[in-house]
C-alpha cells in the first residue's frame, strides 16, 4: 500500500476493505474487542433510545388535552420516571461510552482498551440494567412512580407492603449501572494515560480523546456520591435503615445532595464527548485547521474542574441559606465561561470555510445552535431569582431537553453518520440522512420551545392535567413530539439498509484527519499492524508534516 499527500498529511490509497474485525455473531458474545463493544453499546443503548422515545409519546398525547383521560395517573407516573431514567442510564451515557470504546484506542493509536476483559463486564451491565428497569413493569405496582431523581421522603413510599417493589428495583439498576460507569471510568483513563501511541503527548490527542478523558475523571469522582445515594436509599426501603427517612430522623434534603453531587456534573459527562464531537465534524467539513486547539482542550478539563461546584444550585428552594444560593449561583455563571470559548472557537472554525453541508455537518451545526439556545436559558436559570419564580415548571423541562436532545442527541446522530464508513465498510444514503435531519430539527424545536412560555405562565411538570389555558402550547408540544418521534424513522431504514448494502466505503470517505481514517474501513482486528509513532500537531490542514512516520508503504 502507497501513501498520498492530502493537505499535509499522508493518508493510505483507497484500497477494498480489509478483513472485518468481526462477524455478526461477535455482537451477541463476550468479546473484548474495543470495537465490537463499542457497537454492542451503540445498538443496545439505541434500542432504549426507542423504548424511552415511546414512552414520551405516550405522555404528549396525554397532555394533548388538559384532563387526564388516555392513562391511569399511576401508570402516567411510571412511565414519566422510566422515560428520564432510560434517555439517561440506558441511551447517552452508553451511547457515549460505546463511541468511546470504539474510536479512542484508534484515535491514540493503541490495539486496545487498558482492560479489555473489564470493558466487556461493564458492557453486559448494561443490558441486565435495563432487563430490571423493563421488568419492574411486571412486579406488583408498577415500575418506581417517584421521578428520575427519587427524592424520598415520595421514593420511601411503598403502598404495595412487598419487599420487591418498583422503587427497589429502580435503585438496584441504578447502582448497577454507577457501577459499570466507575469500571468504565477507570478503563478510560488509564487506556488514555498509559497507552497512547509514542509521541503522542497530551496536547497532540485528537479533542475527542479530551472529551472523553474530562468527563471519565468527572464519573471517577463524583458517581461514587449517587451510587452511595441509591444503596443508602435501597436500606431505608429494604432494612429499615432511616439514613432519609424523615419519620425515623433522617434527612431527606442529605439525598438530594448525594444526588445532584454527581447527576448536575453528570451533564458534562454527557455533553464534553458531544463537544468534542463537534470538534472533530466542523474543521473536516469546513475544510479549515481548528481554530484555537489548545484553549478549547484546556477547557475541556476547566469544565470538568468546575463542575463539582455547581450542584447546589438544583436545590434552591431547598431551604438553602443565601449566602449558599450566591455562591453556586457564581460557580454556575462560571461554567459558561470555558463553555463559551468552545462556541467561539467553532464558530471561527467555521467561518470563511468552504462548508460540505453533509448529513454530520447539517446534525452538527443543528445541534450548535441549539446548545446556544440552551446556554442561554441555563444561564438564566442560573439567576436565584430567576430560578425560584420558574422551579419546578415546563421552562426547566424545555431547558434540559434542548441540552439532552437538541444538543446531545444531535450530536450523537452526527457521530453516527460521521464513523458509519469507519465502523461498517458501508456509505449511507445521504438523502435520507437529510430528511432524518429536518425532521428532527424542526420536531425538536416545536417540542420544546414552547415549554418555554409555558414554564413562564406557571404550567407546572411532572402532571398528567393542566389548566385549560395551557393546551393551545401544549398541542404544539405534542403533535411536534409525535413527529420528532417519526423522524427516528428514516433513520433505522438508512442504517439497517446501507449496513446490509450500501456502498463499499474507502477507508477516509471524508478526507479526514486523524489516526482511526489511517486504516481501512472497517478497521482489522488489531487496528495498526505496527504502532504509529506520531510526529504532527493534530487538525494541521496545510502542515507539511506528515501525522506519523511509520504508515505502511
Not at 122 to 131: C, E, H, N
Not at 208 to 228: D, E, H, K, N, R
Not at 246 to 264: E, L, R
Amino acid at each position: 500500500m502507497t501513501n498520498v499527500p492530502i493537505e499535509g498529511i499522508l493518508l493510505p490509497d483507497e484500497k477494498p476493505n480489509h478483513e472485518s474485525s468481526s462477524n455478526w455473531k461477535e455482537y451477541f458474545s463476550f468479546s473484548t474487542d474495543h470495537k465490537v463493544i463499542g457497537i454492542q453499546y451503540l445498538v443496545t443503548s439505541f434500542f432504549f433510545f426507542l423504548v424511552g422515545g415511546i414512552f414520551a409519546m405516550v405522555m404528549r398525547g396525554e397532555l394533548l388535552t388538559p384532563e387526564s383521560d388516555l392513562v391511569d395517573r399511576t401508570v402516567y407516573n411510571g412511565m414519566f420516571t422510566m422515560h428520564g431514567t432510560v434517555m439517561l442510564f440506558l441511551w447517552t451515557f452508553p451511547s457515549l461510552v460505546g463511541f468511546a470504546n470504539y474510536l479512542v484506542p484508534l484515535m491514540i493509536g493503541a490495539r486496545d482498551m487498558a482492560f479489555p476483559r473489564l470493558n466487556a463486564v461493564a458492557f453486559w451491565m448494561v443490558p441486565v440494567v435495563g432487563i430490571l428497569m423493563m421488568g419492574s413493569f411486571f412486579v406488583p405496582g408498577g415500575p418506581a412512580q417517584a421521578g428520575w431523581w427519587s427524592y424520598p421522603p415520595v421514593s420511601l413510599q411503598n403502598p404495595t407492603g412487598n419487599l420487591i417493589n418498583g422503587q427497589v428495583i429502580w435503585l438496584l439498576a441504578v447502582a448497577i449501572s454507577g457501577v459499570s460507569s466507575i469500571m468504565g471510568a477507570v478503563n478510560f483513563v488509564t487506556t488514555i494515560v498509559k497507552m497512547r501511541a509514542p509521541g503522542m503527548g497530551f496536547f497532540r490527542m485528537p479533542l475527542f480523546v479530551w472529551g472523553v478523558f474530562s468527563a471519565q475523571i468527572i464519573q471517577l469522582f463524583g458517581l461514587p456520591a449517587l451510587t452511595a445515594g441509591a444503596v443508602m436509599l435501597l436500606l431505608d426501603l429494604t432494612v429499615g435503615t432511616a439514613f432519609f427517612d424523615p419519620a425515623k430522623g433522617g434527612n431527606p434534603v442529605m439525598f438530594q445532595h448525594y444526588f445532584w453531587f454527581y447527576s448536575h456534573p453528570a451533564v458534562y459527562v454527557i455533553i464534553l464527548p458531544v463537544f468534542a464531537i463537534f470538534s472533530e465534524i466542523f474543521p473536516v467539513y469546513s475544510r479549515k485547521p481548528l481554530f484555537g486547539y489548545k484553549v478549547v482542550a484546556i477547557s475541556s478539563i476547566l469544565i470538568a474542574g468546575v463542575s463539582g461546584i455547581v450542584w447546589v444550585h438544583h436545590m434552591y428552594v431547598s431551604g438553602t441559606s443565601g449566602w449558599m444560593r450566591l455562591i453556586f449561583m457564581l460557580t454556575t455563571m462560571f461554567v459558561s465561561v470555558p463553555t463559551g470559548i468552545k462556541v467561539f472557537a467553532w464558530v471561527a472554525t467555521i467561518w470563511g470555510g468552504k462548508l460540505r453541508l453533509n448529513t454530520p455537518m447539517l446534525f452538527a451545526l443543528g445541534g450548535l445552535v441549539m446548545f446556544v439556545f440552551a446556554g442561554i436559558t441555563g444561564i438564566m436559570l442560573s439567576s436565584v431569582p430567576v430560578d425560584v419564580h420558574v422551579n419546578n415548571t415546563y421552562f426547566v423541562v424545555g431547558h434540559f431537553h434542548y441540552v439532552l436532545y437538541g444538543t446531545v442527541t444531535m450530536g450523537l446522530f452526527a457521530a453516527i453518520y460521521h464513523w458509519f464508513p469507519k465502523m461498517t465498510g458501508r456509505m449511507y444514503s445521504e438523502s435520507w440522512g437529510k430528511i432524518h435531519f429536518w425532521l428532527a430539527f424542526i420536531g425538536t424545536n416545536l417540542n420544546f420551545l414552547p415549554m418555554h412560555p409555558l414554564g413562564l405562565q406557571g404550567m407546572l411538570r411532572r402532571v398528567a392535567s393542566y389548566a385549560p389555558e395551557y393546551q393551545f402550547w401544549n398541542i404544539i408540544a405534542s403533535l411536534s413530539g409525535f413527529l420528532l418521534g417519526m423522524s427516528t424513522l428514516p433513520f433505522i431504514f438508512n442504517m439497517v439498509i446501507s449496513w446490509m448494502q450500501g456502498e463499499k466505503a474507502p477507508a477516509n470517505p471524508w478526507r479526514a484527519i486523524g489516526l482511526e481514517w489511517l486504516v481501512s474501513s472497517p478497521p482489522p482486528v488489531e487496528n495498526f499492524e505496527e504502532t504509529p509513532i506520531i510526529i504532527s500537531e493534530p487538525y494541521g490542514y496545510g502542515k507539511s508534516e506528515p501525522l506519523t512516520s511509520n504508515l505502511p508503504e
